[in-house]
């Protein structure tokens, strides 16, 4: 065996042990003082973690509190366990893990990597170990996350992907919305927040909302390059706004086939009234920059990255690099859709961590190492700390984040591929007004139906169920 399990079972009875015995009861009475010692080493034994973004898992000596964290917690671990950690850079795939399996070398045991390189080419290849086969390790703890997040560690209904949850890295998902806090106050209006704690923030609600906006900024000198509400993508935002009046992508017929769950009045009704909202002149597509840079923009929808890092050197591109305020909160809800609903969505780029089941290690200490690895690297709860405390600048803000991310949809784009593709450009062209909500989705109902069928074996929610 390469690990080491010693037990050590101390079993102690107490020197009394007395009977009473009676024509009218019998007593009987057990003390004891049951304690188990488990020490597992994994000793002689090296674990290499490949990542394509080395610097982040494993930055420079003193270049961060947070990397400096990351250092300790790896030090710690090899001295507990009596192994080494080897954190290398890594290709964002897995074609070098399959060369090294078919020549029989040792490679990685644990790569870091987008689910649409490394995950899906080592899970069609054979090569990834499923979560629940890999023993001293529970895949479903919380300390990776939500399962809803993790939606891109599935395949086939099976649980793949680990996530350093509960590291210094905020979780990213796209259905978010920020809002200028300093700029609205300035205005005399409302906030976002308002509207939601009066239950109002809606559909109806939210279009007066910025033609009032709109009508401020010019009252208080701004040009007419400024627009209310920015869009980062028009298509992103059309499929969180379908969330919001109460879709799914995924849905079923009575008999339990699946169907394409954006394609009914619901879907359209989002797409009409983003159109409605293009057609006020209060909402474009200008990108994160009209709003974060120029502060040409009240409001802007957006992948939450935006709002929750920070590039030292590239303070222009992220909110927490800004001398002004800014709030985040759920889109707001449809005539279908409910305080329930969330905006949020994963989108097919999500980097986890895949286990390689030929790696040279057995999986039990495979099992043993990631355990340890995936804690918490410090006592402050790493990304909800310095989030709650360092980013966001009102509690409303993280709780609004943690409530999208805990309810995070799951939009299949990696499964649907081109099929998923063709539907964001027709959404783009309706909510612009180059065609209609009816013909947005003629047009791609019959590819999607096909991708349906062929692609969608399982669908996440009777997983999560």
């Known amino acids: 065996m390469k690990r080491i399990i010693s037990m050590i079972l101390s079993i102690v ?52 509190l947070v990397g400096d964290n990351m250092r300790a917690h790896y030090r710690q671990i090899e001295e507990d366990l ?34 649409t390189n490394a995950g899906i080419e080592l899970y069609k290849a054979g090569i990834l170990a499923p979560l629940d086969d890999i023993p001293n390790i529970n895949g479903y703890d919380d300390k990776y996350g939500p399962i809803r997040f993790r939606q891109y560690g599935i395949f086939d209904g099976k649980l793949y992907g680990l996530y350093q949850y509960l590291w210094d890295f905020p979780p990213e998902f796209f259905g978010t919305m920020t809002f200028n806090v300093d700029m609205l106050s300035s205005f005399g209006l409302p906030l976002p927040y308002e509207y939601i704690e009066a239950d109002n923030w809606n559909w109806d609600t939210y279009k007066d909302y910025l033609v009032s906006i709109d009508s401020a900024a010019q009252n208080s000198g701004y040009d007419s390059n400024f627009v209310a509400h920015t869009s980062q993508e028009f298509a992103t935002d059309a ?44 909402y474009e597509e200008r990108g994160t920059g009209t709003f974060i840079h120029d502060e040409n923009a009240a409001i802007l929808t957006s992948e939450s990255y935006h709002a929750t890092h920070f590039q030292e050197g590239n303070e222009d591109a992220y909110l927490p690099g800004q001398p002004w305020i800014y709030g985040l909160v759920n889109y707001p809800y449809g005539p279908n859709g409910d305080e329930s609903c969330v905006s949020a969505f994963v989108h097919k780029t999500r980097r986890l961590n895949w286990v390689n089941a030929y790696s040279g290690n057995e999986l039990s200490d495979i099992g043993i190492f990631l355990d340890r690895l995936f804690e918490p690297i410090d006592e402050e709860g790493g990304w ?25 949809n799951y939009v299949y784009d990696l499964p649907l591929g081109s099929a998923y593709d063709n539907m964001k450009t027709s959404f783009s062209h309706a909510v612009s007004g180059k065609r209609s909500s009816g013909e947005a989705f003629n047009g791609i109902r019959s590819a999607m139906k096909d991708a349906i069928a062929e692609n969608v074996t399982w669908v996440y929610e009777d997983l999560v169920d």
């Open 13 to 64: 009875f107490l020197s009394s042990l007395v009977f009473t015995v009676s024509c009218a009861e019998e007593e009987e009475v057990f003390d004891m003082d049951f304690s188990v010692d488990l020490d597992v080493t994994l000793e002689g034994l090296t674990f290499i973690w490949g990542s394509a973004w080395l610097t982040q898992f494993y930055p420079n000596e003193g270049f961060s």
């Open 82 to 115: 009596k192994c080494e950690i080897e954190i290398i850079s890594w290709e964002d795939g897995g074609r070098r893990i399959m060369q090294d399996v078919a020549a029989g070398m040792k490679t990685c045991d644990l790569v870091d990597s987008h689910a």
């Open 239 to 282: 499929i969180s706004f379908m969330f919001m009046n109460g879709c799914k992508m995924i849905d079923k017929d009575p008999n339990g086939n699946y169907l394409f769950g954006l394609d009914n009045p619901r879907g359209m009704a989002a797409l009409d009234f983003l159109s409605e909202l293009v057609d006020a002149g209060v």
């Open 384 to 408: 909800k700390a310095s989030l709650g405390y360092s980013v966001f600048h009102d509690k409303r803000d993280f709780d609004n984040y943690q409530k999208m991310l805990e309810n995070v």
